[in-house]
């Protein structure tokens, strides 16, 4: 929207060419949406409280979480709001990329959003009942691969690579592509969600990823430095730079109300939307597997309970004294902030490990 403005000034006020600058505007999109976040963070968790939408905490879980019942949830509309404000401040409205990640965050978001309300609203401890919840992601994955496949301009934006191979690249047909995109926007929205358990355990390592994706995203959609790096040039792959400095920025807002102890937690809404827009950065701009490598705990946290039910049901024993994994480690005896920054410390070097892929071809 500013940037729109921006250049129909810029000939009366050439200073205003500055905004055309996209790493400019990325920091200025993560200042806005931390600023929001910031701002609006202390009336939303006052509103959350007022209408008692608090936390149902697990009797068969850790005891230390018995003292987290009743806090604040659905928080997770705090980073929604952020994210979209700085996004539409800032980003190229005509940009494809920008909208069809901005829908597949409302979809998930809405979809959160019912079965948190079910949960803490109407008392329905099932929530939204699974069938529809995945029927639901589903049409938002598939629905992104489908607008993705009909809207590609190039081979780059329908192929499939490997990283440190530079010379490996393999061109998806229709059901494979959507197979792929289908599977990585669900499968990252629930594993984000299978993650947050713990007082800001998810939001920093989508933080972190983000920021990762962020730096890919705006290597692809750059030709001189796509080449270079030997990465799939994908035009207009860019912009979506703006979004992923807006969840930063937001993630990092939210972070200061959501560290422990926590004053709010995410929800279903934030979980579900995060996790579902990490995927689809993830398959536009061609860094699939790298994107899992660096989102290794949400990996982790989803094997463990795929583990765990399969071990259980085969055998009648269990692997883990309790999934996901954060809860065993915590069962084990670690304390809730050990916990939180071992795993923010793995998720650093993983994402490090993921950005080394950009010249190690």
Known sequence: MLLWLARELS???????????????????????????????????????RYQIGQVVRDDGPKTHLKKAGTPTMGGL??????AVATLL?????????????????IFGAV???????????????????????????????????????????????????????????PLGFLAFLLLTYLMIVGMSNAVNLTDGLDGLAIMPAVMVAAALGVFAYASGNAVFAQYLAIPAVPQAGELLIFCAALGGAGLGFLWFNSYPAQVFMGDIGALAIGGALGAIAVIVRQELVVLVMGG???????????????????????????PIHHHFEL?????????????????????????????R
């Open 11 to 49: 000939a009366e006020l050439t200073f205003l060419n500055v905004f055309s600058y996209l790493t400019l505007r990325a920091i200025l999109a993560a200042t806005s949406a931390l600023a929001i976040a910031l701002l609006i963070g202390p009336w939303m968790i006052e509103r959350l409280s």
């Open 78 to 83: 705090l980073i929604l709001v952020a994210i």
């Open 90 to 106: 800032w980003a190229d409205l005509a940009n494809r990329f920008v909208w069809v990640v901005l829908g597949v965050t409302a």
């Open 112 to 170: 959160g959003f019912v079965d948190d309300y079910l949960k803490l609203i109407k008392k329905n401890p099932r929530g939204l009942v699974a069938r529809w919840k995945y029927f639901w992601q589903s049409v938002g994955g598939i629905g992104a691969a489908l607008v993705l496949w009909y809207t590609a301009k190039s081979p780059a934006d329908t192929t499939f690579y490997l990283p440190f191979v530079k010379s490996f690249a393999v």
């Open 297 to 323: 705990i949400f990996v982790l946290e989803t094997a463990s309970v795929i583990l765990q039910v399969a071990s259980f049901k085969l055998t009648g024993k269990r692997i883990f004294r309790m999934a």
């Open 332 to 360: 084990k005896g670690w304390a809730e902030p050990k916990v939180i920054v071992r795993f923010w410390i793995i998720t650093l070097f993983l994402v490090l490990a993921g950005l080394s892929t950009l010249k190690l």
